[in-house]
């Protein structure tokens, strides 16, 4: 299992959008732990497919936040969602086959998130809050 856990540098400042990321976190946790456990790769694949789906909601989730404040960098992001979604059912169809690990696909995971959630996530948070409208909790 590699190092990962939720640490406020993830955090946006939205409080919707850091508790979905939490999730998230804790879903790519569990995938993580899979690996340690040697379970079978059909119970991988259920995380896998719990993972996507809520990745999937949570873009759909997010997306909405920005069209309600009016993100001007709305297709864009939207466009990154969609490109991971897709590079998400690559691996998982690579890690099916043997053609990719576990850890690479952990890896990928925790990486990716990362990196969007500072960079991508971070700015719209910016602009909810340049807008001064309240964030809601829920």
């Known amino acids: 299992m590699i190092n990962i856990k939720w640490d406020e540098k993830y955090s946006v400042g939205h409080a919707r959008i850091d508790h979905e990321h939490q999730v998230f976190v804790?879903?790519?946790i569990n995938v993580s732990r899979a690996?340690?456990?040697?379970s079978s790769k059909d119970r991988v694949?259920?995380?896998?497919?719990?993972?996507?789906?809520?990745?999937?909601?949570h873009f759909y989730s997010e997306e909405n936040i920005m069209l309600d404040h009016d993100f001007p960098e709305y297709e864009t992001h939207r466009q990154e969602h969609i490109r991971l979604l897709c590079e998400l059912d690559r691996r998982f169809h690579d890690y099916r086959l043997d053609a990719a690990t576990l850890s690479e696909l952990v890896d990928f995971l925790f990486q990716w998130f990362a990196l969007h959630t500072t960079c991508s996530d971070k700015k719209l948070a910016h602009h909810i809050?340049?807008?001064?409208?309240?964030?809601?909790s829920s």
């Open 26 to 28: 804790d879903l790519i």
């Open 35 to 38: 690996e340690d456990r040697h």
């Open 45 to 57: 694949m259920r995380l896998l497919v719990e993972l996507r789906k809520y990745a999937e909601f």
């Open 129 to 136: 809050a340049s807008t001064g409208e309240h964030t809601p």
